[in-house]
């Protein structure tokens, strides 16, 4: 059973801030996920990816594979990035679904 | 929005009770999967559906089922209903099952007294 690890566990930031979110694994998967969660409920998928980095607006993810390591990084944060942001991983077969990390609970101020 | 729909939004059940809650997937997704999320917790998986047959479970009980439809729909029905039953209940659909997208459901709050 794949442990996620996610840190800090709580961020609080002021406006403008580079954010950097850690999230590691301890087993072999075939793909991770960045996720954004609202008070509410909701859940949004941010990125998917298996390898290297993708970036989306002011949001970048990085993967390091060899070292089960993955961060999601936040450029020039503003309040509205205000939210918990859950790394989850796809296990290396199909049938069983994501295993989610306790999520990181963000908070920016203006 | 990803458009998949949840229904209900909130509920409240008494303990030994049944409950049925309801997903509509993204269109084109054949896969479907059940988190529940208890308050302050990171979503734990339950099942996953993929055309209509039940494709991998978590460690939940037999008591909690489910059920895919020809159109994808999914229900999670869950018997005899106990006090830690109470949390968010998500549904997630994609593509196909594995390492693909996930689009996610509002969830339903289900409180269980």
């Known amino acids: 059973k794949n442990e996620v690890e996610q840190s800090p566990q709580n961020l609080t930031a002021q406006e403008g801030e580079f954010i950097t979110i850690n999230c590691s694994y301890s087993?072999?998967?075939?793909?991770l996920h960045w996720l954004q969660q609202h008070p509410g409920g909701g859940i949004v998928s941010l990125f998917m990816l298996s390898s290297g980095k993708k970036k989306h607006g002011r949001l970048i993810a990085t993967i390091n594979i060899q070292e089960k390591h993955s961060s999601l990084h936040i450029t020039a944060s503003h309040p509205r990035d205000s939210a918990v942001y859950i790394c989850?991983?796809?296990?290396?077969?199909?049938?069983?679904?994501?295993?989610f990390g306790k999520g990181t609970h963000l908070i920016i101020q203006p | 929005e990803t458009g998949v729909t949840q229904s209900p939004t909130h509920l409240i059940k008494t303990r030994g009770q049944q409950v049925t809650l309801r997903c509509s997937s993204q269109?084109?997704?054949?896969?479907v999967s059940w988190y529940q999320q208890a308050l302050g917790q990171g979503p734990q998986f339950i099942f996953q559906y993929y055309r209509e047959e039940e494709n991998g479970r978590g460690n939940f009980p037999p008591r909690f089922s489910g059920l895919q439809f020809p159109n994808y729909s999914s229900e999670l029905n869950v018997n005899a209903l106990e006090l830690d039953d109470s949390a968010l209940y998500l549904c997630a659909s994609s593509r196909l099952p594995g390492a693909y997208e996930q689009y996610f459901g509002p969830g339903t709050r289900l409180t269980v007294t």
């Open positions: 269109s084109g997704h054949n896969t």
């Open positions: 087993v072999g998967i075939s793909a």
């Open positions: 989850a991983v796809s296990p290396g077969g199909g049938a069983d679904g994501l295993t």
